[in-house]
């Protein structure tokens, strides 16, 4: 199977509800990349966003590692996937985008914000980033789209909205393979 055709499986029959959120993990995704396209970001954001959480279709049961007090590493897991087959600029942002959660948390407006899982999931992920991390991290290549990726991530989670289908982007999938 051709690994687009792949993708496009799991996000249509993956059913399991994005962790304590009530939309699926696939609708999560593609709300993020929604509002990407929205926010007339390049092409190489808005594949980011589709696959950001990839991790958890690879991780036999995320919910399972949450009620455990568990990190599953979803966005290693899914890095390590897709950089078989993405362009850096598409997975380097995937494999930050929990760090740029952990960075954005800095700022108590952007924690109040965030729902009460990603609060318990940054709390498994390692909690706030330190100064000193935190100034390491601004300084990787791929600093800003992670930081934008995450702020779409954040906001993609509303149930019973008009969603696109994973179909409509395929053409986009292919072509930001290597």
Not at 149 to 165: H, T, Y
């Amino acid at each position: 199977m051709h690994i687009i055709d792949k993708i496009i499986s799991n996000f249509i029959n993956n059913k399991s509800l994005y962790i304590g959120e009530k939309l699926t993990t696939s609708d999560h995704m593609i709300q993020a990349a929604m509002l990407a396209e929205k926010a007339k970001s390049k092409d190489d954001l808005i594949c980011s966003c589709l696959l950001h959480d990839y991790g958890h279709f690879i991780i036999e049961d995320p919910n399972e590692l949450v009620i455990n007090n568990k990190d599953g590493n979803h966005e290693s897991i899914g890095y390590e996937y897709l950089k078989n087959f993405f362009k850096e600029e598409i997975v380097m942002p995937i494999k930050y985008h929990v760090l740029a959660k952990r960075y954005l948390a800095r700022n108590k407006r952007y924690y109040n914000s965030l729902s009460n899982p990603s609060k318990i999931s940054l709390k498994l992920q390692g909690g706030i980033l330190s100064k000193k991390e935190s100034n390491n991290f601004e300084k990787t290549s791929f600093f800003k789209n992670s930081i934008k990726l995450r702020k779409f991530d954040e906001l993609a989670k509303k149930a019973n909205i008009k969603m696109k289908s994973i179909y409509d982007y395929r053409n986009l999938l292919i072509s930001k393979l290597l």
